[in-house]
């Protein structure tokens, strides 16, 4: 039984050793020694950030190990981080801060991440760093890989959505940094690509974001945060912030693969993804860098009203025709449509004679079927889909799947704080980061405490 409490907490001195006080199964304790590593290998590359004249900064090795405690425990306002930090012993710990000593002030802390630090590319070489030691820990295979993108909802009001004429950029007098990169970015683009439309609303606030309704969410404007990760134990090997559409996120892919083999040397022999990925270029270009395309194939070709739909017709690649149910022959004369699409006629004469026009093209002359100009690559894709290994890789892609899952219920993540892509590249880089350290933490150590913070 507990008597009652005695002490007035008067006492002036104390035997206390902040070491003593975090327990070994704390998250924090357990990554320390990943974290510690990854900041001794870039010390060179923080060595600009201390600032030797003039009003000191903040030390940049404390801002990365206090952002890597916001992104584990949820902590997303910078504010409530230093209060945080302040009063939470194991957080102090972490992040190298003895009892007496001084933490930021919220204002010092935003004005420091948001000046020279966002400006560096540290938060990627700390990301690469982590992976290495993933690698380096046999925690990557290298074998087969998965790709998702979930939407992030940025900070940016969707009832202030403009169309982008209406927006005249020239009369803002102070721009922020979003906008000041965003209007770099579309000088330096210039022409859109083909395939690629205009947007048609913009947030005047953070112009870069895209204006969605992907994932069944309401409409808003938001980022895609793209995960490439290694299927084994789910390592994120690689993290991409674009526009949360669809075209960036495909293309995004590619530039995720081809650096994570510069970086790390890692190709995969398959990729598995949803059929948002199953375009014939992205399968076509897969092919060709031999990796398998465990990945549904995109068909919008299929028609809703019942009448017959291309699979009806039967395809000749010696002859390059198709022919229908009622073995007449359909033709292309070549011409490509809107940048990927080869189509096939057949003859007025034929159809207008046939007796299965109805469930054929009821309102049009003739049957047109559409070929993209990548169908090969897409009947690879489609011929793999009954295998158990591409079964086995719908299963793995789970995982990348859990990941976003973990990362919005675990760490709270689900709107921005940051503006601009490079805002939104800075966050979900040390989304990633803190992500791989757990895995790492919970691999390579193991408690129960640790896996219920997972
Ligand atoms: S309508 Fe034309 S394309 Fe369709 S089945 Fe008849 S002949 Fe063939």
């Known amino acids: 039984m507990m008597g009652r409490q005695t002490s007035d907490q008067a006492q002036l001195f104390y035997e206390f050793c902040l070491e003593d006080r975090v327990p070994d199964n704390h998250l924090l304790r357990r990554i320390n020694g990943f974290v510690a590593a990854a900041l001794a290998d ?52 972490f992040c190298r801060l003895d009892l007496e000593d001084e933490v930021p002030d919220h204002s010092s802390f935003s004005k420091n991440r948001h000046g020279r630090f966002r400006d560096s590319d540290i938060l990627r070489h700390l990301f690469e760093r982590v992976v290495e030691a993933c690698i380096a820990a046999g925690l990557v295979k290298g074998e087969g890989f998965a790709v998702d993108a979930s939407v992030m909802e940025a900070d940016a009001s969707r009832y202030h959505g403009q169309a ?49 309704a992907k994932a069944n969410k309401r409409v808003q404007f938001g980022y895609g945060l793209n995960y490439l990760i290694d299927n084994d ?85 010696d002859t390059d025709i198709y022919t229908c149910p009622s073995g007449k022959t359909l033709k292309t004369t070549g011409r490509i449509h809107a940048d990927n699409t080869y189509r096939y006629l057949a003859s007025t004469l034929d159809c207008s004679t046939c007796p299965l026009k109805q469930k054929c093209c009821p309102n049009m002359p003739s049957r047109r079927v559409p070929r993209d100009v990548n169908e090969a690559a897409r009947d690879v894709a489609r011929s793999l889909v009954d295998t158990p290994e591409f079964e086995r890789s719908s299963h793995e892609r789970k995982k990348v799947e859990m990941r976003f899952a973990h990362l919005k219920t675990h760490h709270r993540f689900e709107r921005m704080r940051l503006r601009g892509l490079s805002g939104a590249r800075d966050e979900f880089h040390l989304a990633a980061i803190v992500q791989n350290l757990k895995t790492m933490a919970m691999r390579l150590t193991s408690s129960p405490a640790m896996m219920q913070a997972r």
């Open 233 to 317: 134990h789910a390592i994120i090997v690689d993290v991409e912030a674009t526009p949360a559409r669809t075209y960036d996120e495909v293309a995004s892919t590619k530039v995720m693969i081809e650096r994570t083999n510069e970086c790390f040397g890692l190709k995969p022999d398959r990729l598995t993804a949803d059929s948002a990925y199953g375009t014939g270029k992205f399968l076509a270009w897969l092919i060709g860098k031999d990796i398998t395309p465990h990945v549904t194939v995109r068909d919008l070709s299929a028609p809703k009203d019942g009448t017959f739909s291309r699979a009806d017709f039967t395809y000749d690649k």
């Open 42 to 93: 870039l010390h060179d590359e923080l060595a600009p950030f201390y600032s030797h004249t003039g009003r000191p900064s903040i030390d940049p090795e404390l801002m990365i190990r206090m952002l890597v405690v916001g992104y584990s425990y949820g902590i997303r306002s910078e504010r409530r981080l230093c209060e945080e930090v302040a009063l939470n012993l194991a957080y102090r710990w």
């Open 164 to 212: 982008p004429d209406e927006i005249d950029w020239s009369k803002i007098e102070k721009p922020s940094r979003a906008v000041q990169e965003y209007l770099e970015a579309l000088d330096e683009a210039g022409e859109l690509e083909p395939g690629r439309k205009p947007p048609k609303v913009v947030s005047p606030s953070d112009p870069a974001s895209a204006w969605t």
